[in-house]
């Protein structure tokens, strides 16, 4: 099945500092999505992407849906504390009517202050 | 709009038990998501409703799990006899389902999950 692969797997960065961080798949997408995650909560939606090449922004927040349709970005610009947690990038599998999301295994940000 | 919500937030029990969570979408959300996240790893699906309709199992949901949606409202997930392996976050999740087409898929809203250990 589609697998989603995103690197680096942990950051430790500064308050302030701006993040990348990337998801690859051997496959293409006609979605990309971008969850984060708290300690012990549900992923909420960040930011969704529905063409390629589309580079949409929520807040500090900027996502790109690559032009090959196998890759996405996302940046957080000044990163504050509450930036903390665990990045998703998810995606319906291209399959006709599919709901389902498959996601990669994260990205985990560590902030110090 | 208060969420989707589940019951229980946490779940112990020794290998061999039953268990079952219950999972309440946000009101009038017809599609309602089973998934299942282990330690270090993303959320991997389990199953789907469109109403009261099981639409998809993956795989991973094996003879000893089993999924309902009686009323097209709120949905359980029992596992039975239990084995540590099952040890992980039960996550639900629901969609609205009417105003979309693929390949533009809803958007899912996330419950906080059900953890369980299996001793």
Avoid at chain 1, 32 to 44: F, R, T
Avoid at chain 2, 102 to 112: C, E, I, N
Wanted: with cysteine; proline share 6%.
């Amino acid at each position: 099945g589609q697998q989603l692969n995103q690197s680096p797997q942990s950051m430790f960065i500064q308050e302030g500092e701006d993040v990348s961080m990337n998801c690859t798949s051997s496959s293409i997408f006609n979605t990309w999505l971008w969850y984060k995650q708290d300690p012990g909560e549900g992923p909420v939606l960040l930011i969704a992407l529905y063409k390629a090449g589309e580079l949409t922004s929520n807040g500090r927040l900027t996502a790109q849906f690559g032009i090959t349709r196998k890759d996405s970005f996302l940046n957080i610009s000044a990163s504050i504390p509450s930036d903390v947690g665990i990045y998703f990038c998810a995606g319906p599998p291209i399959i006709q009517g599919a709901q389902k999301l498959v996601f990669g295994q994260g990205t985990r940000l560590t902030i110090n202050p | 709009d208060t969420g989707v919500s589940q019951d229980p937030r946490h779940k112990i029990t020794k290998r061999g038990q039953n268990v079952t969570f219950r999972c309440d979408p946000i009101s009038e959300h017809n599609r309602l998501y089973w998934y299942r996240q282990t330690l270090g790893q993303g959320p991997e699906f389990l199953t789907y409703f469109q109403n009261e309709a099981q639409l998809e199992k993956s795989r991973l949901l094996s003879d000893r799990f089993s999924a309902e949606r009686p009323k097209g409202s709120f949905s359980t997930l029992e596992i039975q006899r239990t084995e540590q392996g099952d040890s992980a976050m039960y996550l639900c999740a629901s969609s609205s389902g009417t105003l979309t087409q693929w390949p533009v898929t809803d958007t899912q809203y996330f419950g906080p999950g059900t953890r369980l250990t299996v001793l």
